[in-house]
């Protein structure tokens, strides 16, 4: 089978790693896929550094004739057989080929409404299923949208469960930033962004330093387009009084030896948020998990088992579930156990990957028996007007 995802965003995120990862796996596993991203974006860069094949288009706009012809030679040339969009700009420019017959699918991995109706019309009427990463964005579509249930899958996110893994060198990270075995560390990994909650956890961190002055906090990830929220988080920090206990890391590759340092991870998201890849690294790391109740976390997470979860945007829930771990290391060893153990069961990369090709070999057996169908009645068309055709007699 041959695969054609498009992703038109201009920044670096966790979606956008999970594809470039799926399209590497679905290349490497009999099959053969390709990215079609833009030029300009970080996408194009980092996909390059991952070695996923990537085609540059200019995805900037939603309605674009050339480029839809671009894709659509494409696909004739290489004889794609599904094409997966992931965000708002490439689906409406796969629109044209999907009412000329081309199965598309579209993913939907946040949980932000789309807010007003209209705009369910590109999925219900522009593609053939629509793959959710979360159980509450396909309720959400069903109640509030109208569409139909069968059209919607939910496929959450997974890892690679021997990358991410409890028996990693836990002194890596630390050696590098100049923290000793004992110093605490909590861990924050996401895009620095206003929904990610970035500065609700500079606020607790400042909580707990009260009470943990030896904690540390560490923050990766970057800014999507420019880095002036970057900034603002630098401020926040400053003005808090947390420049010897928080480090901002920027964008990093070895996110499992940061995982393998951290004394726990922090998702601190409001909302966006549906099926974060964080939790499934961390549960899979070992790593004791406190996460906001965002998304997929609540069918996740069972709090005092295997997590702790508090509502978003409370600075003060964060502070005291943290401070909870670093002074109960039974609590915490027992949900780290219990996290890995969920992961090991529920969030293998290969399980996942071999769900989403169930989910588009039907999609696309489902085209062409759709194909082969208005052919045949094409053909009994033509036939039944020749048999009723009145007959030329000779002269």
């Given at each position: 089978?041959?695969?054609?995802?498009?992703?038109?965003?201009?920044?670096?995120?966790?979606?956008?790693?999970?594809?470039?990862?799926?399209?590497?796996?679905?290349?490497?596993?009999?099959?053969?896929?390709?990215?079609?991203?833009?030029?300009?974006?970080?996408?194009?860069?980092?996909?390059?550094?991952?070695?996923?094949?990537?085609?540059?288009?200019?995805?900037?706009?939603?309605?674009?004739?050339?480029?839809?012809?671009?894709?659509?030679?494409?696909?004739?040339?290489?004889?794609?057989?599904?094409?997966?969009?992931?965000?708002?700009?490439?689906?409406?420019?796969?629109?044209?080929?999907?009412?000329?017959?081309?199965?598309?699918?579209?993913?939907?991995?946040?949980?932000?409404?789309?807010?007003?109706?209209?705009?369910?019309?590109?999925?219900?009427?522009?593609?053939?299923?629509?793959?959710?990463?979360?159980?509450?964005?396909?309720?959400?579509?069903?109640?509030q949208y109208g569409i139909a249930p069968e059209k919607i899958e939910?496929?959450?996110?997974?890892?690679?469960?021997?990358?991410?893994?409890?028996?990693?060198?836990?002194?890596?990270?630390?050696?590098?930033?100049?923290?000793?075995?004992?110093?605490?560390?909590?861990?924050?990994?996401?895009?620095?962004?206003?929904?990610?909650?970035?500065?609700?956890?500079?606020?607790?961190?400042?909580?707990?330093?009260?009470?943990?002055?030896?904690?540390?906090?560490?923050?990766?990830?970057?800014?999507?387009?420019?880095?002036?929220?970057?900034?603002?988080?630098?401020?926040?920090?400053?003005?808090?009084?947390?420049?010897?206990?928080?480090?901002?890391?920027?964008?990093?590759?070895?996110?499992?030896?940061?995982?393998?340092?951290?004394?726990?991870?922090?998702?601190?998201?409001?909302?966006?948020?549906?099926?974060?890849?964080?939790?499934?690294?961390?549960?899979?790391?070992?790593?004791?998990?406190?996460?906001?109740?965002?998304?997929?976390?609540?069918?996740?997470?069972?709090?005092?088992?295997?997590?702790?979860?508090?509502?978003?945007?409370?600075?003060?829930?964060?502070?005291?579930?943290?401070?909870?771990?670093?002074?109960?290391?039974?609590?915490?060893?027992?949900?780290?156990?219990?996290?890995?153990?969920?992961?090991?069961?529920?969030?293998?990369?290969?399980?996942?990957?071999?769900?989403?090709?169930?989910?588009?070999?039907?999609?696309?057996?489902?085209?062409?028996?759709?194909?082969?169908?208005?052919?045949?009645?094409?053909?009994?068309?033509?036939?039944?007007?020749?048999?009723?055709?009145?007959?030329?007699?000779?002269?």
């Amino acid at each position: 089978m041959n695969l054609l995802h498009l992703e038109s965003s201009g920044s670096w995120g966790g979606q956008e790693y999970r594809t470039c990862l799926e399209i590497n796996w679905i290349n490497a596993n009999g099959h053969r896929a390709w990215l079609i991203c833009d030029p300009t974006s970080e996408v194009m860069m980092k996909a390059r550094e991952l070695g996923t094949p990537v085609i540059p288009m200019s995805l900037k706009h939603r309605i674009n004739p050339l480029v839809s012809f671009r894709i659509w030679l494409f696909c004739r040339r290489n004889r794609v057989d599904l094409i997966k969009s992931y965000s708002s700009k490439d689906h409406w420019l796969c629109l044209p080929l999907f009412l000329c017959g081309w199965p598309v699918t579209r993913a939907r991995c946040i949980t932000d409404p789309l807010g007003q109706k209209n705009r369910a019309f590109i999925y219900r009427h522009g593609c053939a299923k629509i793959v959710a990463d979360a159980q509450v964005i396909k309720n959400e579509f069903i109640e509030q949208y109208g569409i139909a249930p069968e059209k919607i899958e939910v496929i959450g996110s997974a890892v690679d469960l021997e990358k991410f893994s409890p028996n990693r060198d836990r002194m890596k990270f630390r050696r590098e930033v100049g923290l000793p075995a004992e110093a605490p560390i909590i861990a924050n990994i996401g895009m620095i962004r206003p929904d990610k909650g970035q500065f609700n956890l500079v606020e607790a961190a400042r909580i707990v330093r009260h009470q943990r002055p030896d904690a540390h906090f560490v923050f990766v990830g970057e800014a999507t387009g420019g880095r002036s929220r970057e900034k603002w988080v630098r401020k926040a920090i400053d003005r808090a009084g947390l420049n010897g206990n928080v480090l901002m890391m920027g964008y990093r590759w070895d996110i499992p030896d940061i995982l393998a340092a951290a004394n726990m991870v922090v998702i601190a998201s409001r909302h966006t948020e549906a099926s974060p890849i964080v939790l499934r690294e961390a549960f899979a790391s070992g790593r004791p998990v406190v996460a906001t109740r965002v998304g997929d976390v609540p069918e996740i997470i069972v709090h005092g088992e295997n997590g702790l979860m508090v509502q978003p945007n409370d600075s003060n829930a964060l502070a005291t579930a943290i401070l909870l771990f670093l002074s109960d290391e039974n609590l915490a060893e027992r949900c780290a156990d219990k996290g890995l153990r969920y992961a090991r069961e529920h969030f293998c990369f290969d399980r996942m990957m071999r769900a989403k090709l169930d989910v588009d070999l039907a999609v696309v057996e489902a085209s062409k028996k759709h194909r082969n169908r208005a052919k045949d009645c094409n053909g009994a068309s033509e036939h039944a007007s020749i048999a009723t055709a009145e007959p030329i007699l000779p002269d």
